[in-house]
């Protein structure tokens, strides 16, 4: 059966990676391309590229950074941050993406999403959702755009549901409030929104510990769980990742070079 | 000295598959990525991709008369299709309210289907995108070296029906065992992404490249 995903995420800005706290307060990680092979010898089983400035400079760096990466990397890639074009998803396929993420662009424009999926199929975009909970009674989440900066009263579970239907193939879910504060993802958030969509989800935000990330798939029900600072930092490899999920009782790829 | 042309008919990125090709070609072999009938008729080996619609698929390859070409070289030499490039092969898809498709191994396309589960009874997601094992039937030289149950990357909604059992090179657990290897003659065909299956799918791209269009073992 199909395994539950382990991904690590590399924000860049300016051709470095950084990490920042709540999206604030960045600090440097290192370059990308030495940082994307580590992880790839780990057995990571994707790599997701966020450019987190998203200016048109940083976006030429991005590029050259994915060219390098896929050129010795040969899992599966995505890229997200300031996608707004079809021509900027051409340019990061071109450039060796296998998937991008849309996040800003979607909520100014959903129809972007259609037209996205129609011109080069579902299986490469990535709707990402940022959200925030806004009220416990009832619960309700909404959906946050310019790294959490800017509300748009939109409901974050409704959002989903819209973003699948016009086309996403897979949902990349961050939460806003548990970003960078490792304190494990939305479970809550996770899970509702798990439920409401056919599609692959990924949880993000939050994670500090090993016990966060299987927590996202067996109480999240999610498909797949994105962390960045743990790994970078080395204060975990992925194959303790691994090893401590499938203890955990979840389905993870066990061997991932051959002998 | 392998030349391999890898079909470029527009449906999704073949920079991937171009890059893993190169990295386990040896010294003298040539990777072409190419949509022209000749360059396709000449190479030694043939990569037939492709990510996205059946219908668009079918179009496509019309527009550039590769129809015939793939028809051609689908009888002469050592030719893999992946994912899209594999479901084309057979006669017919359920995709896009039902289409024709190349007919050169008999069976036809199908949707998973909705409300699929898994045996605990909890629902599985569609697309079945992530990484899955795949469990070799028979021997194949394409194998060699890829032990049974090795994970492989997928990204499909739809899975082939092969007519004949003995076309069946593997199967992978969604739901229910669903084929995702075929062998023919000259033909392989995957439904997994061997470029996105970090060693165990260059290793597999490595023997495609040693192949001789036969059963006879590769000699490495």
């Given at each position: 059966m199909l395994a539950k995903r382990i991904i690590p995420c590399l924000d860049v800005d300016a051709g470095r990676v950084v990490k920042g706290v709540r999206f604030l307060d960045i600090q440097d990680a290192g370059d990308p391309v030495e940082i994307a092979r580590r992880y790839d010898q780990e057995g990571a089983d994707e790599l997701t590229f966020l450019d987190i400035t998203a200016s048109a400079d940083n976006r030429d760096t991005l590029v050259h950074v994915v060219e390098r990466v896929a050129g010795e990397v040969f899992i599966p890639l995505t890229v997200g941050g300031g996608i707004r074009t079809l021509d900027d998803i051409r340019r990061m396929l071109n450039a060796g993406a296998d998937k991008v993420s849309i996040n800003t662009a979607a909520v100014h424009n959903p129809q972007f999403v259609h037209e996205a999926a129609e011109r080069f199929g579902s299986q490469c975009i990535v709707v990402a959702i940022d959200a925030k909970q806004v009220s416990t009674t009832p619960p309700r989440w909404e959906i946050f755009t310019h790294g959490g900066r800017k509300p748009t009263g939109l409901d974050a579970i409704d959002w989903a549901r819209k973003m699948v239907a016009l086309g996403a193939g897979e949902i990349l879910l961050t939460s806003m409030d548990r970003d960078g504060t490792r304190q494990g993802f939305d479970l809550e958030l996770t899970r509702r929104v798990s439920e409401a969509v056919t599609v692959p989800v990924i949880a993000s935000g939050g994670v500090g510990t090993l016990d966060h990330l299987a927590d996202g798939v067996?109480?999240?029900?999610?498909?797949a769980v994105l962390a960045a600072s743990i790994f970078h930092f080395a204060e975990y490899t992925l194959q303790q990742a691994r090893q401590h999920l499938s203890g955990r009782g979840v389905r993870v790829r066990t061997s991932t070079t051959l002998p | 000295m392998s030349t391999v042309a890898v079909i470029d008919y527009g449906m999704g990125n073949l920079h991937s598959i171009a890059k893993a090709l190169q990295r386990v070609a040896d010294a003298p072999d040539q990777v072409i990525v190419t949509h022209e009938g000749d360059a396709i008729r000449q190479a030694s080996h043939v990569v037939f991709p492709g990510v996205g619609a059946m219908r668009d698929c079918m179009a496509r390859l019309g527009e550039l008369a590769l129809i015939d070409v793939i028809r051609e070289v689908s009888r002469q030499k050592p030719l893999l299709g992946i994912c899209l490039g594999m479901q084309a092969l057979?006669?017919?898809?359920?995709e896009n309210d039902g289409i024709d498709c190349?007919?050169?191994?008999?069976g036809t396309v199908r949707h998973f289907g909705k409300d699929l589960t898994d045996i605990a009874g909890s629902a599985l997601k569609i697309p079945h995108m992530g990484w899955n094992q795949v469990n070799p039937v028979g021997e194949h030289p394409l194998w060699q070296g890829v032990p049974p149950g090795s994970w492989f990357y997928f990204v499909h909604s739809y899975h082939v029906c092969p007519s004949?059992?003995?076309?069946?090179a593997a199967t992978t657990d969604y739901s229910f065992p669903f084929t995702s290897a075929l062998a023919r003659d000259n033909l392989f065909a995957v439904q997994f992404h061997p470029e996105k299956s970090q060693s165990a799918g260059l290793r597999l791209l490595a023997n495609f490249l040693a192949w001789d269009g036969t059963r006879n073992p590769l000699s490495t």
């Open positions: 067996t109480l999240g029900k999610a498909d | 057979l006669d017919h898809s359920e190349l007919g050169i191994i008999p004949d059992k003995a076309d069946q």
